[in-house]
């Protein structure tokens, strides 16, 4: 009952803050969008757990222009290497096989341009493994079940990410490069990619920030190419 309380306060706190950051971080990004998020994990056993999100996007021309809430529940089996020192507080990552099912909420402010609702039912699946020097490297197949403005889009998303967590004194950073690939049944076709590399460091045990800058290119849409900076804070509570 603890996390759950302590799980609400911080979505609260992060939803009522989010548009309340200064646009001169956003500024000072060499990128078209910036992307500020939160994310809240909560251990439920050793090999289950709560994820919540809140995340916004905003843009030079007209602040923020849509918001992301997500609730999900994470399912994680055998370790990678047992007996492994854990570097950083997402248990997860020494895990053979994640699985993720969850619900994504979206919507533009109501003064938007181009307004439009998404609800999105997704799952995941995670396998990891590790090449020499403890480099970990993941392939996240995604299924959205997505629903825009009450119109079924389904869409699949692949993931393939290379890390190595280093230790440094009593912290420990992890540099990270992700390649992804979009497929929407709407245009039968891989119409977007995604190419971000980015870093995460952990402030406290139950505390990272990360930064990343990613780019964007989309056939399908009437800006092919984009450059987001994104600031993440996230939250572990055992």
């Known amino acids: 009952m603890r996390h759950q309380k302590i799980a609400v306060r911080v979505c609260v706190l992060l939803a009522l803050t989010l548009p309340l950051l200064p646009a001169t971080l956003h500024a000072g990004l060499l990128a078209d969008q910036f992307w500020p998020e939160a994310k809240v994990y909560i251990k439920l056993s050793p090999t289950s757990r709560i994820y919540l999100q809140a995340a916004g996007t905003r843009t030079r021309e ?4 849509d918001g992301q809430l997500g609730a999900h529940m994470d399912f994680y089996f055998e370790p990678l290497v047992k007996g492994r020192e854990m570097r950083h507080p997402d248990v997860a990552r020494n895990k053979m096989l994640m699985i993720r099912a969850g619900y994504v909420y979206g919507k ?9 609702t998404e609800q999105t039912a997704l799952i995941e699946v995670t396998p990891r493994f590790f090449l020499p020097k403890l480099i970990l490297v993941e392939n996240r197949l995604r299924g959205d079940l997505r629903f825009l403005d009450g119109v079924f889009t389904p869409r699949f998303r692949e993931r393939l990410r290379v890390e190595r967590t280093f230790k440094v004194k009593a912290k ?37 920030l990360e930064g990343y800058y990613l780019r964007q290119q989309d056939s399908r849409s009437s800006v092919k190419g984009m450059n987001v900076g994104g600031l993440v804070l996230q939250f572990y509570f055992p």
Do not use: A, I
């Not at 979009?182 to 039968?188: K, S």
């Open 108 to 116: 533009t402010p109501t003064n938007s341009k181009d307004p439009w």
């Open 62 to 65: 007209e602040g923020y222009t």
């Open 172 to 208: 420990s950073l992890t540099p990270y490069v992700e390649v992804e690939t979009f497929y929407d049944w709407r245009y039968n076709s891989f119409h977007r990619q995604r190419y971000d590399v980015g870093v995460e460091w952990v402030l406290r045990k139950w505390l990272v």
